[in-house]
């Protein structure tokens, strides 16, 4: 078995041991035959300083837990090629929201504004004998929008969110509520629109970008924002 | 007072809007006024006392910096609501903000009228 050293540079803090955070230089060995991404290596590194904590559980790009700022970019680890990264990588914690322990951040506030964006369908009319049927072209509207995994890659790299994360929705609830808002089933448009309708709430949002370029779904948040005021435009006018 | 977090203000589209109508319509004087000087020969002193003695260029001109300033206060809004978190003194920035664009209203429309 040929193996590869990996270097890194990691962002390490443990509020119970440490007074203030610090960088840590590690290498590990790896198999670059099996063991090709990022999320790899960590597990490999966790192996050999096992104080070292981070999130992951599907290792296939579909739970969003191991979201973590890559060598400067947002991304999930278990999805990023070791042999893309610049070394030594560095890596650190999603930024903007509180550190619990190394690269795990405190999700909360995330959520909140997720939650906020009430992540439902909403409808009040008497269900049918079956289940509510949408046309194809409906279901159609809903593509690139359902396939978000709350990740908060998006989110956390918005200028935006760092800025006002207790009242900006953030990229990923502005997804989701026009994901809700988009939904032919939903009866609660205009009650989602005026939720939104405020400067902090949706239009915070300065088209920035950043969460465009960080999807690990290459998702586009943007274009649903801007479906989002395109609506309350056609609202008013 | 509680301490909660207030949001539901209904006013985000409206200067969302502004700040694109106001956009367009600073584009729009702009490429008129690129087109005066490179097609009109409009580098000399007399071309420009000659253009800006027309009352509609004086009108145009003063929706244009009623634009540039309406589209100013949104933009500065934005910047003081982002990073001045103590409400007392961003609602001071707020009303500073505002008297200086009035004042620069006030000298701009001396100025373009004055021609």
Redesign the interface.
Known sequence: MTTQTVKFRIYRYDPDKDAKPYMQDISVEVDPSTERKLLDALVKLKVVDESLSFRRSCREGVCGSDAMNINGKNGLACITDLASLKQPIEVRPLPGLPVVRDLIVDMTQFFKQYHSIKPYVINNSPAPDRERLQSQEDRKELDGLYECILCACCSTSCP?FW??P??FVGPAGLLAAYRFIADTRDEATSERL???????????C?SIMNCVDVCPKELNPTKAIGKI?DL??KR?S | MVNRHVVGAHYGLRDWLVQRVTAVIMLAYTIGVLAFILLANGASFEAWQTLFACTWVKVVTTVTLFALLWHAWVGVRDIWMDYIKPVGLRLTMHVLTLLWLAGSLVYMVKVVWGV
Do not use: A, C, Q, T
């Open positions: 935006s800025w006002n207790d009242k005026d939720d939104l309708e405020d400067p902090y709430r949706l239009f915070r300065h005021k309350m435009v008013i």
